[in-house]
């Protein structure tokens, strides 16, 4: 079973051994590329007030079970260098926040504010949440657009299909049926 969760809410969840112990909490998340649309591991923070970032990181080969208030592993063997795990993540993409959204055929739907996952056993991204633009007739409100199994991604733009603007939601609820939908169409589907 998979569920779908925004990216800003898996920030500072505390990263529990499946002993109970307490050892870090996600302080971000390190994406395998947006064309690859995965989840490569999250960095890592202490616990505590005055605890700074880990110099290790936690792959997503490692996470037993992401939760609603808990990223599970097995033990701290689990966690792996730092670099290690942000490399995997810098060699195929980049961050996507802020980029705005193009489509193909030149219209700008607006600017990306969080990432839509669907987390199962892995960690895909299935969309973006967007402050839109007057082209979505939203009234600037964040809306949530599918994304297309793979995407092309400059840094700076992400293209995405003109049939997009006709699978946007205002929230989660539905947004996978409107995934699928979205995706069975730009494989010639109904």
Do not use: N
């Not at 969080?114 to 960690?123: F, Q, S, Y």
């Not at 964040?142 to 700076?156: K, N, Q, R, W, Y």
Request: aromatic share 4%.
């Amino acid at each position: 079973m998979s569920v779908l969760m925004r990216a800003t809410e898996i920030m500072k969840r505390p990263v529990v051994t499946l002993a109970g112990e307490d050892v870090a909490q996600i302080k971000d998340i390190v994406y395998a590329g947006a064309e690859a649309g995965e989840v490569a591991g999250f960095t890592l923070a202490g616990r505590g007030l005055f605890s700074g970032p880990r110099k290790e990181a936690l792959p997503w080969s490692a996470v037993h079970g992401l939760g609603r208030d808990a990223v599970m592993i097995a033990d701290e063997q689990a966690l792996d260098d730092r670099q290690t795990v942000v490399e995997k993540g810098e060699a195929r993409g980049g961050d996507v926040l802020g980029s705005r959204v193009l489509t193909d055929d030149g219209v700008d739907l607006g600017k990306v504010v969080d990432v839509i996952l669907e987390v199962g056993r892995t960690a895909d991204v299935v969309g973006y949440a967007i402050d839109s633009t007057e082209a979505l007739g939203r009234d600037g409100r964040t809306v949530l657009i599918p994304l297309p199994d793979t995407i092309a991604v400059s840094g700076e733009a992400l293209i995405v299909p003109s049939a997009t603007t006709e699978f946007v939601t205002d929230d989660l609820s539905g947004f996978g049926a409107a995934v699928e939908a979205f995706r069975t169409r730009l494989r010639g589907g109904v």
